[in-house]
Nanobody, 122 residues
């Protein structure tokens, strides 16, 4: 079993930056891919970014490509999401999740964190 705990969300003005992180415990962190997803009020949960087990491969949603960067530190069992040039439409609860496969579909992910709120004001 895996426990995932996000932190680092908050309130920021448009154009600003945030760097949420997700700490993992309970299983060998480097044995699974890690993804970030987000869910805005009244909307479905959507894929944001994924990083492979070693960190050598990443993939992003078109809506965040060029603005967000996913990274991981396997020595610290932590995955990060550097978010730059934030827009009001980035406002959502951000979740990290783990998967045995590298992909963007929510159904691939078996463990999820509780989420961290990111609010971008205009």
């Amino acid at each position: 079993q895996v426990q995932l705990v996000e932190s680092g969300g908050g309130l920021v003005q448009a154009g600003g930056s945030l760097r949420p992180s997700c700490a993992a415990s309970g299983r060998t962190f480097s044995s699974y891919a890690m993804g970030w997803f987000r869910q805005a009020p009244g909307a479905e949960r959507e894929f944001v970014a994924v990083i492979s087990r070693s960190g050598g491969s990443t993939y992003y949603a078109d809506s965040v490509k060029g603005r967000f960067t996913i990274s991981r530190d396997n020595a610290k069992n932590t995955v990060y999401l550097q978010m730059n040039s934030l827009k009001p439409e980035d406002t959502a609860v951000y979740y990290c999740a783990s998967s045995g496969l590298f992909g963007w579909k929510t159904t691939l992910y078996d463990y999820w964190g509780q989420g961290t709120q990111v609010t971008v004001s205009s």
